[in-house]
């Protein structure tokens, strides 16, 4: 991810002014690479079978197998329409090591926004959500596994407010499900903006997901906040 970022905030070093390319075609293209540092709490259930989960940012750092997160959104007038992807597969124990728990889980996110304030803009969207949990039982060597993919309605607003010239606040929320996919799902991101030039600005904050969603017909659960601080680089084209 290191790699990546890096090689990212080069591309944005080296492309046309972004002054030049608005004014030509009035889109402004932004690509964001992150990284979320999540600790997880709440309770997963495979085939009826359900455990509380309990993991710190550290234990998950430990057992951190492979992550992404990217979002790229393009700007035009009020309008705008955005994606979010993030990828992390996941290992850790629950239950004082009784239990060990393994998921990998895609969250794809679709969204349209319309500034109704030059600080405020309203979001509605899609988050697609897949993902596949395992339960290993150490003791009895028993292994249960479950998957599920499921979309959710969203609406929410994203807040900006200028700090000074090279400083932004942000914050965006929202709420969805509504029972359509998860029973209620929901997210909240703080955060600062450094803008240092016109190609290249910073991120920092911390971002709190919550999912609600439970399959009564395969007995599978899972009611889960992942939270943690978020830093990224944001490449303004």
């Not at 509605?124 to 060597?141: D, I, K, M, V």
């Amino acid at each position: 991810m290191g790699r990546f970022a890096l090689l990212v905030a080069a591309c944005c070093l080296v492309i046309p002014a972004p002054v030049r390319a608005e004014a030509e075609s009035g889109w402004k293209p932004n690509l964001i690479v992150y990284f979320v540092g999540a600790s997880m709490t709440g309770e997963a259930a495979i085939q009826g079978v359900s455990r509380d989960v309990d993991a710190s940012f550290g234990e998950l750092i430990e057992n951190l197998e492979f992550g992404f997160m990217g979002a790229f959104r393009i700007e035009k007038g009020p309008w705008s329409v955005g994606t979010d992807i993030n990828y992390m597969g996941l290992g850790t124990s629950g239950e004082a090591g009784r239990v060990e728990i393994d998921s990998d889980q895609w969250m794809v996110e679709l969204n349209g926004g319309y500034k109704i304030r030059p600080f405020f803009m309203l979001i509605a969207g899609l988050r697609y959500n897949s993902l596949s949990t395992r339960l290993f039982f150490p003791q009895s060597e028993n292994e249960l596994k479950g998957a599920e993919d499921w979309v959710d309605p969203l609406i929410g607003g994203r807040l900006d407010l200028r700090l000074g010239k090279e400083w932004m606040a942000h914050l965006r929320g929202d709420v969805g499900g509504f029972g359509v996919g998860s029973d209620f799902a929901w997210q909240l991101v703080p955060g600062v903006e450094w803008m240092p030039s016109e190609r290249l600005s910073a991120l920092a904050g911390y971002r709190f997901v919550g999912t609600d969603y439970e399959n009564e017909d395969k007995g599978f659960k899972y009611d889960v906040t992942v939270s943690g601080p978020a830093l990224g680089l944001v490449c303004h084209f």
